[in-house]
């Protein structure tokens, strides 16, 4: 106790040099205890003191429920001053991208990730020259000519999904659930060359396996807090024992999902020596281009490729990356187009104008997809309303540096956390007008004015938003390398969901279809953070599809 005082003391001193806001709370979001006592903790702080700062700044989460309220009231640059770490927080556009730029002053600190290294070494925990090699080989499957591959499984997939809940009988409550299906299979078919119906009719599972790749990789991400706690060894370990019911199941999904990824290695490796040409799944692509740079780099280079522990590293942390960021965004869209009909109407208008009557499997990526620009706004107006990273953490490392916000320039002590506030920038009044709180996907879209002569389309395009107003996906040289697999994921399920399908609110007992609405609305802002952010109740919503 006396230690945390003094520490806290110390990390006062250091923030009133910085003649900034400050505000005190009782303990460091990066501080796991804090995260598991937090509820109850403020709970009884809440009810002795109030809403006061203390409170409402210490909530894990705080961030989309404030918005750009913290700064307005305070300044574009508040610091929270904790035992452990002080986090500064930035909500200035010109300052944000400042900080994007000077990537080697206000780089990740390695702790913050550090316990996604569950499975090796990755992208996502590395900094500096390691990160640079890792980024280089791992981004390179994101290449436009995957994307033709990635529309189509993309569109299969919500197809199969649409067929489903049109098929339900009762109103569908499992739209959260429904739409992690989703994306894992997408990425599953799109990234790892594994493809699976929606209703997970894939291979069975080899012999000495529990789990096939797809049930393995599903088990390790809805328990990711608890393996990135646990380890997968001790995990591992207990699947022996059966006493550990679900611990061991879960310990089981560890280990053959690591065996499956020795599979794929072991596979890619021999088609590699025997120069046989394979499909370019992320894994694929990260074992060729680690190999390829492996052997031209010449002697005494240093490393240029990946080691077998990052190859499984990199597997793991892109699926973590790409699978909850995309399906919680996809639930709160859904959810949202059940509640706003009028936008759900609006965009079936462009698609309908886009695709017709056609096939939809017949259908041209690269002719399609560039003119779908109201499905990408609904896309990019969830994100910046909702976005399930909070913000993104840099650091500062051994020596201070100097920042400017706005009129002010001030040192920023060695070790401080800053955090670049997705949720306040994307919600300025300044930038986004007084409507910033609103769902208005409408904002996003550019009118020309003109029809296609030959098409009859509307000549239609996206906004471009002031740099560091908007960046949903980072910035930067850090920013995020599946960018465009999940809006072109989620175009295409849009194409699939709303080309003849709507989908409506099912008001409870007593309910209007208005009051129905309202609740859905509220149901997306009532937000809690597991691992990132995500809908604290989204079951209490049920949802019906029909034809349009
Ligand atoms: C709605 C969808 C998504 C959103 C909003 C999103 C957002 C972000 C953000 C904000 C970051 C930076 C995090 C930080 O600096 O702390 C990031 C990084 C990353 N994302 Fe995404 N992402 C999405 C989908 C995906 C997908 C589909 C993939 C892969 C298939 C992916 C892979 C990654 C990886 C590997 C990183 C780490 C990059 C690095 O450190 O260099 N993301 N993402």
């Known amino acids: 106790m006396a230690w945390n005082l003094q520490c806290l003391w110390r990390n006062y001193r250091l923030a009133q040099k910085m003649n900034i806001p400050i505000i005190v709370i009782p303990a460091s979001g990066d501080n796991p205890v804090w995260l598991l ?27 989309s429920k404030a918005k750009y309220r913290m700064y307005e009231e305070l300044g574009e640059a508040v610091i929270h001053v904790s035992p452990g770490h002080n986090w500064l927080y930035i909500c200035n556009p010109d300052a944000i991208n400042e900080v994007f730029r000077r990537h080697k002053e206000f780089d990740r600190h390695p702790e913050l990730l550090a316990i996604l290294a569950v499975f090796g070494p990755n992208i996502s925990t590395a900094t500096g020259a390691d990160w640079q090699r890792q980024r280089k080989i ?48 997408v990425l599953s078919g799109a990234g790892f060359g594994k493809q699976y119906s929606f209703h997970k009719k894939g291979e069975k599972a080899k012999a000495g396996h529990l ?149 939809l499997q017949s259908l041209d990526f690269k002719e399609v997809y560039p003119k779908l620009v109201r499905c990408l706004a609904i896309f990019y107006e969830t994100v910046r309303l909702w976005n399930p990273v ?95 697999f999940s809006q072109v994921e989620f175009v295409a399920t849009m194409v699939a969901l709303f080309r003849d399908y709507k989908v409506e609110v099912v008001p409870e007992k007593g309910e209007t279809s208005f009051d129905a609405r309202e609740r859905v609305k509220r149901t997306v802002n009532d937000n809690g953070m597991v691992l990132l952010l995500q809908m604290r109740d989204p079951k209490s919503v049920g949802l019906k599809w029909s034809a349009r």
């Open 390 to 484: 909070l913000g993104i953490c840099k650091s500062t490392f051994l020596d201070p540096v100097d920042l400017t916000v706005g009129e002010q320039t001030f040192s920023i002590p060695p070790d401080t956390r800053i955090v670049l506030s997705t949720n306040g920038s994307q919600t300025l009044r300044r930038y986004w007008g007084d409507d910033s709180l609103e769902w208005k996907p409408r904002r996003w879209v550019l009118d020309s004015g003109t029809n296609s002569e030959e098409t009859g389309e509307k000549g239609e395009s996206l906004f471009v938003p002031a740099r560091g107003s908007f960046f949903a996906w980072s910035d930067g040289v850090r920013t995020c390398p599946g960018k465009k």
């Open 211 to 359: 789990y096939n790749y797809r049930d393995s990789i599903a088990l390790v991400l809805e328990n990711c807090v608890l393996i990135l706690v646990l380890g997968p060894k001790l995990l591992g370990k207990l699947a022996k024992w059966r006493i550990f019911g679900p611990l061991a199941k879960i310990g089981q999904a560890t280990i053959d999902f690591k065996d499956h990824m020795t599979t794929m290695l072991i596979e890619e490796n021999q088609a590699i020596a025997e120069g046989r040409p394979r499909a370019a799944t992320i894994t694929n692509s990260l074992i060729r281009a680690s190999e390829e740079s492996r052997s031209s780099s010449k002697a005494g280079e240093g490393f240029k490729g990946l080691t077998e522990d990052e190859i499984y590293g990199n597997i793991f942390v892109y699926n973590f990356a790409g699978h909850d960021t995309t399906a919680t965004t996809f639930s709160w869209a859904l959810y949202l187009l059940a509640a706003f009909p009028d936008t759900q109407t609006w965009m079936a208008e462009e698609i309908m104008a886009v695709v017709g009557d056609r096939d």
């Open 138 to 185: 791992t981004s390179a499957p994101f290449s436009d000519s995957n994307n033709a591959l990635l529309w189509d499984v993309s569109r299969q997939q919500a197809s199969e999904l649409v067929q489903h809940w049109l098929a339900a009988s009762e109103p569908i409550r499992t739209t959260d659930e429904d739409t992690r299906t989703l994306s894992l299979h």
């Open 37 to 63: 006592v937090a509820k109850p903790v403020l709970a009884v702080l809440r009810f002795i003191f109030g809403d006061i700062d203390f409170v409402k700044y210490s909530n894990p989460g705080w961030e």
